[in-house]
């Protein structure tokens, strides 16, 4: 642990997120613990910590999940306008909170995104394939669910 970890322990140190980054490449690339110890003139459990540090990270990054299918919203969409026919985008969008209709659509996968350009590169119109957590929590809570009783929210 450096000097700057011990006084902010309840902050990620961008130094030592470098060097357990560099520890892990090195040992993947074939380079001994000794090694990488000389290398980075580190001692070697810190070397050792640094990379099972870097190993719990990644495996905590398998279970993250910031985005799910669409496809499923789409479903729970469609189940409630089966259930009340009354129900439109529209009116399921401003329950949300969203403003636009044609956010909600292109939020939902129903219409395609605007096609924009950053630096230069033009990036063409697309239907979304995924949807944040947050958003679809907001879509879910709008059609009357929980988000936890909703499977892979």
């Not at 969203?98 to 956010?103: A, C, K, Q, V, W």
């Not at 950053?118 to 669910?145: D, E, H, M, Q």
Request: aromatic residues 6%.
């Amino acid at each position: 642990m450096c000097e700057w970890c011990a006084k902010h322990p309840d902050r990620v140190c961008v130094a030592c997120t470098h060097r357990r980054r560099k520890a892990i490449r090195l040992l993947e690339d074939g380079m001994a613990l000794e090694d990488i110890a000389n290398d980075m003139r580190i001692s070697l459990p810190r070397v050792r910590r640094l990379i099972e540090e870097e190993k719990d990270f990644r495996d905590l990054q398998r279970y993250r999940c910031e985005k799910v299918p669409v496809q499923r919203i789409q479903q729970l969409v469609e189940h409630s306008r089966r259930q009340d026919p009354t129900l439109t985008p529209a009116a399921i969008g401003t329950r949300a909170g969203y403003t636009s209709r044609i956010e909600f659509e292109r939020l939902l996968g129903y219409a395609p995104t605007s096609e924009s350009q950053r630096n230069g590169k033009v990036y063409p119109k697309r239907l979304r394939t995924s949807i944040r957590v947050a958003s679809a929590g907001r879509i879910v809570r709008a059609l009357g669910r929980a988000p936890w009783e909703i499977e892979d929210l």
